[in-house]
């Protein structure tokens, strides 16, 4: 079954950094766009950062510069990097692939928790 599988969560203490991973096959990225969503603690799932079909990369104006989305088309890998984590960025990440008159995708999620 064809599916998205993340990556990188853990602990980690305010201001630093971690890298998820989602493996990202190939026949579902190249009609979607792809990209991180994020669920905190009480709060609805909301969208971090995607890529376009055609590669742009657009960013949520709450990342302010502290993450980045990147992409390994030869090891179908989408990355997020996120630095100066606060401990308001807790929470499940999730992997996501999406467009028009396509089956969504998610994937399972990481856990992120940043603590004090």
């Known amino acids: 079954q064809v599916q998205l599988v993340e990556s990188g969560g853990g602990y980690v203490q305010a201001g630093g950094s971690l890298r998820l991973s989602c493996a990202a096959p190939r026949s579902i990225t190249s009609n979607r766009d792809i990209g991180w969503y994020r669920r905190l603690i009480g709060r609805q799932r909301e969208l971090v950062a995607y890529f376009t079909t055609d590669g742009n990369a657009n960013y949520e104006k709450f990342v302010k510069g502290r993450f980045t989305i990147s992409r390994d088309n030869a090891e179908n890998m989408v990355y997020l990097q996120m630095t100066d984590l606060k401990p308001e960025d807790t929470g499940v990440y999730y992997c996501?692939?999406?467009?028009?008159?396509?089956?969504?995708?998610w994937g399972q999620g990481t856990q992120v928790i940043v603590s004090s």
């Open positions: 996501r692939a999406w467009g028009a008159h396509v089956v969504d995708y």
